[in-house]
């Protein structure tokens, strides 16, 4: 079963369109019984719930991923969904990053430049 996972980025939500959404609409044609391409899940959701959801959901073979995701999806949320797809043993087959920030959980989140932003 193959999955299509957008994440979205900061200041990114269902409240407004975004690029996000816009790829989200184009990835839907994709959609059939052998692949699910899920709604865009914002940077700040749950990851663990997000893997276990599709664990859950994928009769079979262990399903593989395609994650798109952009800024804090892709610097935030990404690593800890690949995490936890590593520890429930789903492939992450692709992942398209734009942009990836790292967030520092040290640093306040409304901090407006994130200096640890440009580092590794």
Do not use: H, Q
Not at 75 to 103: H, S
């Amino acid at each position: 079963m193959k999955w299509i996972v957008p994440l979205m980025g900061f200041r990114e939500s269902a409240s407004r369109r975004t690029g996000m959404e816009r790829l989200w609409a184009e990835l839907r044609r994709y959609a059939s019984p052998a692949c699910t391409v899920l709604s865009p899940w914002e940077w700040r959701d749950n990851m663990r719930s997000l893997a276990a959801f599709i664990c859950r959901n994928s009769p079979g073979a262990p399903p593989r991923l395609f994650v798109f995701a952009y800024s804090w999806g892709g610097g935030y949320a990404f690593p800890r969904l690949a995490a936890e797809c590593d520890r429930l043993g789903v492939v992450i087959e692709t992942a398209c990053l734009c942009d990836p920030v790292y967030r520092s959980r040290i640093l306040p989140p409304w901090l407006p430049l994130n200096p640890l932003s440009l580092l590794r």
